[in-house]
């Protein structure tokens, strides 16, 4: 009989990374229902050889991202964790959370099943007072973390005090973008090299870093595309900045049409891998990154760069050598297909996860001698 799995993401934050592990598992053999919530910023993968059931926020008001929706939610949030709680005591062999909005009680909520967390942030973002204790303790309710770098998988074991093993490394699959997209049409393409800075624009994503650095370079442009969580600094003349969330049609066609991507973070403890990064990958784009997180493991792989976080000379110098050398582009290229293809792909994280799940029961005490 096949293993029957629960993929867990109350509040729909990552539904490329839910549908495509939830197809890879559905691939690998697994029986598998995603439980989450209507994301509310555009569409979401088709479900392909698994069901979708969105349990959560069924009955929240207003527009999305505002305070209504939040407080809403928020009321709603326990009785539809108990729900799914119930839900999986009868349907699930395993339930994996993805994501979980109140840490300080979630730990109680979970169900009596094995259980495993994907740590996709590795410390609280903007910890409120008691959230990184609440989030250990949760980290230790689970009976397996997954993350997807060494680094990672380091911070939880030295920061959070994790045992080691029961936190396991799991690669973050790479997406591969579709052929059919549009550019935004806000965008004017001359023709040059294109250098992209993609995704939701928060304080860490080194935006002030990447416009110092551009400062000075020829042949080229600078497209700078996402949703802003922040007050964006001016921009020079000739950037072209998208300052809003684009469909995935979109999305796709600014991966194909990029010839580097570039991801100037600022330091940070908290960061493990990028969805961002993930694309790229899979469209066969070469990458300058921060040394963060672990993107240093992706660059092992030969897809990318690495500078120093917040060296602008540096971040510069590498853009304008990559720039003029379209050969040492195309040679990244096909290393960061290569990955995409083998140890990035998300038929390897799938089957990785099947793995981690039958270590998991077969690990586990019967569920009447498990401590709650």
Do not use: N
Not at 3 to 10: E, G, H, K
Not at 96 to 101: K, R, Y
Not at 195 to 202: A, D, E, I, K
Not at 362 to 369: D, K, N, V
Request: proline share 8%.
């Amino acid at each position: 009989m096949p293993m029957r799995v629960s993929v867990v993401d109350p509040p729909a934050f990552t539904p490329p990374y839910d549908h495509a592990l939830c197809a890879a598992l559905a691939r690998a053999g697994a029986r598998v229902e995603l439980v989450t919530s209507r994301f509310a910023y555009g569409e979401v993968p088709a479900a392909e050889g698994y069901t979708v059931r969105e349990l959560f926020y069924a009955h929240a008001h207003g527009a999305a991202g505002s305070r209504l929706r939040r407080a809403t939610k928020l009321v709603s949030h326990v009785p539809d964790m108990l729900r799914v709680r119930a839900l999986a005591a009868r349907t699930a062999d395993v339930v994996h959370f993805q994501w979980l909005g109140l840490p300080w009680v979630d730990d109680r909520l979970m169900p009596d099943r094995p259980l495993v967390f994907t740590a996709h942030d590795l410390l609280p973002r903007e910890p409120r007072p008691g959230q990184l204790a609440a989030q250990r303790r949760l980290l230790r309710r689970v009976d397996a973390v997954v993350v997807h770098s060494q680094y990672g998988r380091g911070q939880l074991v030295d920061r959070m005090g994790i045992a080691p093993e029961r936190v396991h490394v799991i690669h973050h699959g790479a997406f591969v973008p579709g052929s059919a997209g549009v550019l935004p049409p806000e965008l004017v393409d001359d023709g040059r090299p294109v250098v992209l800075l993609f995704g939701l624009l928060r304080p860490y994503k080194g935006v002030e870093t990447l416009l110092r650095a551009w400062a000075g370079i020829q042949g080229a442009q600078l497209w700078i595309v996402g949703r802003p969580m922040m007050e964006l600094p001016p921009v020079p003349l000739g950037t072209s900045v998208i300052a809003r969330f684009v469909s995935t049609e979109e999305a796709d066609a600014l991966l194909r049409r990029a010839d580097l991507v570039v991801l100037p973070y600022t330091r940070t403890e908290r960061f493990d891998q990028s969805g961002v990064l993930a694309t790229a990958l899979g469209a066969g784009r070469p990458a300058v990154l921060s040394d963060i997180g672990g993107f240093s493991e992706v660059a092992a792989t030969g897809a990318a760069r690495l500078v120093a976080p917040g060296d602008a000379d540096a971040l510069h110098d590498v853009l304008a050598a990559l720039i003029a050398d379209p050969a040492e582009r195309e040679r990244m290229s096909a290393a960061a297909l290569a990955a995409a293809r083998g140890p990035y792909s998300w038929d390897a994280a799938g089957e990785a996860t099947l793995r981690l799940y039958a270590a998991v029961i077969g690990s586990l005490p019967p569920a009447a001698a498990r401590p709650a």
